[in-house]
């Protein structure tokens, strides 16, 4: 049986160090045990394996009664090094892993890692139970939603508990979360020419629900959809605004625009906050296309700034190989009307899919080039298409035995390169191909987004990162290392808002550049 020797330790939750997205994984999980009664710790996970070592040190000197980790698939490589740091360290506390990383393949992410339990589905009714049962000495079989790895030996506890009613969960700990961790996503963006985001955003990260209707190929989803209500997301909101100073909210998944409804609800809502607050949501084109001109103004009106799509390619043979149940007339459609209202699309396109050819990822390029002719400010993400375990294209390899087992495919994801390498080739082009193609049309996209906003917008955003890069610099070397006093702290401050008013001017300058309002 599985112990602690902290039984009245911390509960230790461990996310990757957080660049751009509020991590609600940990947030959900964390606020979940609180309100359970259990103290609960926040650690960043090192961005550099070489401080790992004092990291594990940190971790050994909390005495904790229990430790988790959880992301996606990639992160199974750093994990699997702290475990092995923490056993050589003497750990007397048992590890936990969990997401989707863990749940399509649970026997062998704890194998892999050295885990001793691995939760299966959603998180917080089973890591609650198992923290109480550490507590109290109890078998961690009675559990159910684990799999549990002892010595080797794998065991699985059954079927756990499923949230059907989003409304139960807690209340999102923000605090728990240094804000200069997520706050201010906008500075994630200097440098890479896009009007989206800005330097000065302050963004209040939202979830409004799990799961999702819809079948992509490529994407893994472990329930059907559960959305949060509206009025429910926006619980608390006005206050979040008001202590973060925020100016924004990012409305983290595909639910929030579910239903014409939904999106009605939303403008209503942000409405009666009765502040000047924009916003980004995540959408799909089927999605746009019931979605009103009326609609779209009113979504504008209430500052709606941003649109999140997948386009995945201009192909609609592949379309209808992911089974994204969209047509290339509605992604032309949908990009022109939200170029007509004001509102910025952010969108993706992926090459290597399952049977892609060199023409149907020209195709792609011919796509992205005429959505840009059309608006030159939309914002192209490029990846190359990877099977995660849990996919319909996961299967495929497996049956087609392109991959063996999850080790072979363990062993030939490259962490490194992550998504955008290419670990597993399920297209019709050869490997030299897909990276080929992939560099291709992110070349041709940067060559024509820099002759539409012109020779200005691109000095302005060289200028910028430079001036940027500087700054961090002279700041991590000289000014973050001066004394917590006066005059000191003056310095510090008047030179980190220098530099935020440099930053303000120039996008104010590159938005008039291109045309942004």
């Known amino acids: 049986m599985i112990k602690t020797a902290n039984k009245n330790g911390p509960v230790i939750l461990i996310p990757k160090d957080v660049s751009f997205i509020f991590p609600f994984g940990y947030a959900y999980l964390a606020g979940y045990l609180i309100k359970k009664g259990e103290k609960v710790v926040i650690l960043f996970r090192p961005n550099k394996s070489s401080d790992f070592k004092k990291f594990v040190e940190q971790i050994i000197e909390m005495k904790p009664a229990l430790v988790g980790f959880g992301t996606i698939y990639p992160d199974l490589y750093p994990i699997k090094e702290l475990i092995?740091?923490?056993?050589?360290?003497?750990?007397?506390?048992?590890?936990?892993i969990g997401g989707q990383m863990v749940t399509p393949t649970p026997e062998f992410a704890v194998k892999i890692t050295g885990a001793d339990f691995g939760v299966i589905g959603e998180g917080e009714i089973i890591l609650d139970k198992l923290v109480k049962a550490l507590h109290q000495d109890k078998d961690a079989h009675q559990v159910k939603g684990l799999v549990i790895n002892e010595n080797g030996m794998i065991s699985f506890t059954g079927q756990g508990d499923f949230i059907k009613?989003?409304?139960k969960l807690p209340k999102i700990p923000y605090d728990l979360f240094p804000s200069n961790k997520w706050l201010n996503i906008g500075r994630y963006y200097v440098g890479k020419a896009q009007p989206h985001w800005r330097y000065n955003d302050k963004v209040i990260a939202i979830h409004g629900g799990r799961g999702c209707p819809f079948n992509c190929n490529f994407c893994y989803h472990h329930s059907m959809p559960r959305y949060r209500s509206i009025n429910d997301m926006f619980e608390g909101v006005k206050e979040l605004i008001e202590k973060y100073n925020?100016?924004?909210?990012?409305?983290?998944d595909d639910l929030v625009l579910a239903t014409p409804t939904r999106a009605k609800e939303l403008t209503r809502a942000i409405r009666q906050l009765g502040k000047k607050i924009e916003y980004s949501v995540s959408c799909r084109f089927d999605i746009l296309d019931r979605l009103s001109d009326e609609m779209l103004c009113e979504m504008k009106k209430t500052g709606c700034r941003i649109f999140?799509?997948?386009?995945?390619?201009?192909?609609?043979?592949?379309?209808?190989?992911?089974?994204?149940?969209?047509?290339t007339e509605q992604i032309i459609k949908g990009m022109r009307r939200l170029k007509d209202v004001g509102i910025l699309p952010s969108v993706s396109i992926m090459v290597g899919q399952y049977t892609e050819t060199l023409e149907d990822v020209q195709k792609s390029i011919d796509l992205m080039l005429e959505t840009l002719a059309y608006d030159k400010n939309a914002f192209y993400a490029f990846t190359i298409t990877t099977p995660f375990p849990g996919t319909q294209?996961?299967?495929?390899?497996?049956?087609?035995?392109?991959?063996?087992?999850?080790?072979?495919f363990y062993k030939k994801f490259d962490s490194e390169k992550g998504i955008i390498g290419l670990s597993?080739?399920?297209?019709?082009?050869?490997?030299?191909e897909v990276i080929a193609m992939h560099k291709k049309i992110k070349s041709v996209y940067l060559k024509r987004?820099?002759?539409?906003?012109?020779?200005?917008?691109v000095a302005v955003e060289v200028i910028r990162y430079f001036v940027y890069r500087v700054y961090n610099k002279i700041a991590k070397k000289?000014?973050?290392?001066?004394?917590?006093?006066?005059?000191?702290?003056?310095?510090?401050?008047?030179?980190?808002?220098?530099?935020n008013a440099v930053q303000f001017l120039f996008d104010k300058l590159r938005l008039y550049l291109l045309d942004v309002k």
Request: no cysteine; net charge positive; hydrophobic share 40%.
């Open 449 to 457: 987004k820099r002759e539409l906003i012109g020779k200005k917008v």
């Open 84 to 96: 092995g740091l923490l056993n050589k360290a003497g750990r007397n506390f048992p590890v936990v």
């Open 478 to 499: 000289l000014v973050d290392r001066l004394p917590e006093k006066q005059p000191f702290k003056l310095i510090k401050k008047i030179y980190h808002e220098s530099h």
């Open 393 to 408: 294209l996961y299967g495929i390899a497996l049956e087609k035995k392109i991959i063996k087992d999850h080790l072979d």
């Open 165 to 167: 009613d989003m409304s």
């Open 424 to 432: 597993v080739n399920l297209s019709a082009m050869s490997n030299e």
């Open 246 to 252: 925020a100016n924004m909210l990012y409305f983290a």
């Open 308 to 327: 999140g799509l997948g386009i995945e390619s201009g192909s609609q043979r592949i379309l209808d190989i992911i089974d994204k149940r969209i047509t």
